[in-house]
């Protein structure tokens, strides 16, 4: 008899394993020759070695649809184990459509034609600026979109990043570290992230430094190699801090930079490094640009009368 040990990596084992080792009666069910041995993060199995084999390929199903869809139930368990190769494939062939499988099995998607165009840009790009409006689901989409990288293995860091403006608060006069003071400023991203990836994983992610949120200044001197990175509210760059951040790219790696034209919080000389850019790489290939609008609000739906009222005032 052949005996060989699972480690389950990046998973809690009560979740995967349920309720009771519910998930582990189900697969004894299906795989009645095997004997099973659940400690910990670790499974024991025992038995001939084709079925073995076989056994190790359906559990490997099992994992990538767990990370996918952070849940397992017996009816998705019993579509795994029992279907063939072919239904395999076809199930993981509609990615488009749902970036994310998020927290509690909410599905991520872009909902409107504009968050589609970034997705379908992104896609066809390594870079893509996205510019609009406040509730425009520009940043929440970026991420998406990264945390969807992330879990296919097409990156192996997510960067989060934002210029620490201080938008009518003076950062040194607040409590607490470095750390402590800037994460109410991150907290956006750090929202979005909450929906997309279960609570021990992210922290997990955060810790080891799998998913890293920081202010811009944090990024000089650095080489951002097999990354997803994002460029929050970056109508509040500087010409050196865009120049900076954009020349940090490195190889395998995918730049997202979202920002509003209309909220710029730099002193009234100060030149917005989102717009020079905008302007400066408009025709170079391998930069697609989104520009979101009203209609792209996904918010309350007061938020897009007071885009279009502000809108009337500032074009007056």
């Given at each position: 008899?052949?005996e060989?040990?699972i480690?389950?990596?990046e998973?809690?084992?009560?979740?995967?394993?349920g309720?009771?080792?519910?998930?582990?009666?189900?697969?004894?069910?299906?795989?009645?020759?095997?004997?099973?041995?659940?400690?910990?993060?670790?499974?024991?199995?025992?038995?001939?070695?084709d079925?073995?084999?076989?056994?190790?390929?359906?559990?490997?199903?099992?994992?990538?649809?767990?990370?996918?869809?952070?849940k397992?139930d017996?009816?998705?368990?019993e579509?795994?184990?029992?279907?063939?190769?072919?239904?395999?494939?076809?199930?993981?062939?509609?990615?488009?459509?749902?970036?994310?499988?998020?927290?509690?099995?909410?599905?991520?998607k872009?909902?409107?034609?504009?968050?589609?165009?970034?997705?379908?840009?992104?896609d066809?790009?390594?870079?893509?600026?996205?510019?609009?409006?406040?509730?425009?689901?520009?940043?929440?989409t970026a991420?998406?979109?990264?945390?969807?990288a992330?879990?296919?293995k097409?990156?192996?860091?997510?960067?989060?990043?934002?210029?620490?403006v201080?938008?009518?608060?003076?950062?040194?006069?607040?409590?607490g570290d470095?750390?402590?003071?800037?994460?109410p400023?991150?907290?956006?991203?750090?929202?979005?992230?909450?929906?997309?990836?279960?609570?021990?994983?992210?922290?997990?992610?955060?810790?080891?430094?799998?998913?890293?949120?920081?202010?811009?200044a944090?990024?000089?001197?650095?080489?951002l190699?097999?990354a997803?990175?994002?460029l929050?509210?970056?109508?509040?760059?500087?010409?050196n801090?865009?120049?900076?951040?954009?020349?940090?790219?490195?190889?395998?790696?995918?730049?997202i930079?979202?920002?509003?034209?209309?909220?710029?919080?730099?002193p009234?000389?100060?030149?917005?490094?989102?717009?020079?850019s905008l302007?400066?790489?408009?025709?170079?290939?391998?930069?697609?640009?989104?520009?979101?609008d009203?209609?792209?609000?996904?918010?309350?739906?007061?938020?897009?009368k007071?885009?279009?009222?502000?809108?009337?005032?500032?074009?007056?």
């Open positions: 008899m052949n060989r040990t480690e389950l990596t998973i809690n084992p009560k979740d995967f394993f309720a009771h080792n519910s998930t582990i009666d189900l697969l004894k069910r299906y795989f009645p020759k095997i004997k099973i041995v659940a400690r910990g993060a670790k499974l024991k199995i025992y038995g001939e070695a079925i073995l084999d076989e056994f190790e390929k359906r559990l490997e199903s099992l994992i990538k649809y767990f990370h996918r869809y952070n397992l017996e009816n998705s368990i579509r795994i184990i029992t279907s063939t190769n072919e239904e395999r494939d076809s199930s993981s062939s509609n990615k488009k459509d749902v970036l994310v499988h998020g927290v509690s099995g909410r599905l991520i872009a909902q409107t034609l504009n968050q589609r165009r970034m997705v379908t840009l992104m066809k790009n390594d870079m893509l600026f996205a510019v609009g409006p406040a509730g425009t689901g520009k940043t929440y991420v998406a979109l990264a945390v969807r992330l879990k296919e097409q990156v192996k860091r997510i960067i989060l990043t934002r210029p620490a201080e938008s009518g608060e003076n950062l040194g006069f607040l409590p470095l750390k402590e003071k800037l994460d400023y991150m907290q956006p991203l750090y929202d979005a992230l909450r929906d997309m990836i279960p609570h021990e994983k992210l922290q997990s992610h955060l810790e080891k430094g799998v998913i890293q949120i920081a202010p811009l944090f990024m000089r001197g650095r080489t190699d097999n997803f990175v994002i929050d509210e970056a109508q509040n760059t500087t010409h801090q865009m120049k900076m951040f954009l020349t940090r790219m490195g190889m395998h790696a995918k730049f930079i979202t920002g509003d034209p209309g909220q710029i919080d730099l009234r000389k100060q030149v917005s490094g989102l717009k020079e302007l400066a790489l408009k025709d170079i290939e391998g930069i697609g640009h989104v520009y979101l009203d209609k792209d609000v996904v918010r309350h739906k007061l938020v897009k007071i885009i279009t009222a502000y809108k009337s005032i500032e074009t007056e």
